[in-house]
């Protein structure tokens, strides 16, 4: 997020635009916590995870009272164009926000989940995903040790962007994500199968499904498997650290086009990739939940694991 605010504010300022930045989302809009930034605001922050801005979950934006105050604050402080950069919440926001007020506004997918619709990419997905795949890596050593299975819960807000992912990439046997109808009694003949020939195995499992790896190990614990099986929930970890190539590169192209197309007097739109090129979509497509283009991943998967 702070190399799109980078990119945002840079833009701006190339084009003799002035840019305020809004302090925790939309709860900053709605206390009128909005600051002028000036260049030095973001240097040096391009390397670094997290937003300078802050950031919040907004409960009282669902109140139309409170976005109403929220588009005063906007006119008080002269602001005509709005660019928001978050995931499914702040689109939600966003959307509901451009058909009420007369504002033009850009979003810009920021989410490791990669859970938005009209999009194939949002900020932090790579870095999470790397951030995934080198901890599997670490826990690996004690697995090919002691010959364990290891169940490693990754993030995902019920999306298996994440898991999915990420089992391709750290060679897991298994996946479980709320996308596929799980079969605990197929993941328990496999996990028997890799204890009956000594082998360590990874499986990933996205939060919440099944109630996550720590339920699918109470499962497998009824069947007298407790022993060779241990869990690992990765957690916040997910979330931060310096970002990518790819994420800095495509939190670049999305700032600077977000800021342009405000230019251009397009409105109500969110940037993304789709086949890897910029394209720009109405903000409103983002408020339906975005679907896995990729699920043949599971296919290679098992394919790559076989034994
Ligand atoms: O939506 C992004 C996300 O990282 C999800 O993957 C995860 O479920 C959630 O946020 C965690 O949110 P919090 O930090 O508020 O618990």
Redesign the pocket.
């Known amino acids: 997020m702070n190399a799109c605010i980078r990119a945002v504010l840079r833009t701006c300022l190339y084009h003799n635009i002035g840019v305020f930045g809004i302090l925790d989302g939309y709860n900053g809009l709605i206390k009128d916590q909005i600051q002028e930034m000036k260049y030095k605001d973001v240097s040096n922050i391009l390397q670094s995870g997290g937003t300078i801005l802050g950031t919040a979950?907004c409960k009282e934006f669902h109140e139309e009272k409170m976005r109403k105050l929220a588009f005063d604050n906007l006119n008080k402080n002269n602001i005509d164009g709005l660019i928001t950069i978050g995931?499914?919440g702040t689109f939600k926001g966003a959307s509901i926000f451009s058909k009420e007020f007369d504002l033009p506004i850009i979003g810009i997918p920021g989410?490791?989940?990669n859970d938005i619709n009209g999009t194939e990419y949002t900020l932090g997905f790579d870095t999470a995903l790397n951030t995934i795949i080198s901890a599997v890596d670490n826990i690996r050593d004690t697995a090919a040790s002691h010959h364990r299975i290891f169940l490693v819960e990754v993030?995902?807000?019920n999306s298996g962007q994440?898991a999915l992912h990420a089992a391709v990439a750290s060679g897991a046997r298994e996946v479980f994500m709320p996308e596929k109808n799980e079969d605990l009694a197929e993941i328990r003949e496999k996990v028997k199968q890799a204890i009956a020939v000594n082998r360590s195995s990874m499986i990933i499992v996205s939060?919440g499904e099944v109630g996550g790896a720590n339920k699918v190990k109470q499962y497998l614990d009824e069947y007298g498997l407790a022993d060779k099986i241990r869990v690992s929930v990765l957690g916040?970890i997910?979330?931060g650290g310096r970002p990518s190539f790819r994420d800095r590169l495509n939190a670049a192209l999305f700032g600077e086009a977000a800021v342009v197309a405000l230019m251009q007097g397009k409105s109500n739109l969110m940037v993304g990739l789709m086949d890897g090129k910029l394209k720009f979509n109405d903000i409103s497509m983002a408020e339906e939940k975005g679907t896995i283009e990729n699920m043949d991943y599971l296919k290679l998967i098992r394919k790559l694991s076989v034994y």
Do not use: K, P, S
Request: net charge negative.
């Open positions: 979950r995931g499914d989410t490791i989940d993030m995902g807000n994440l939060e916040h997910q979330r």
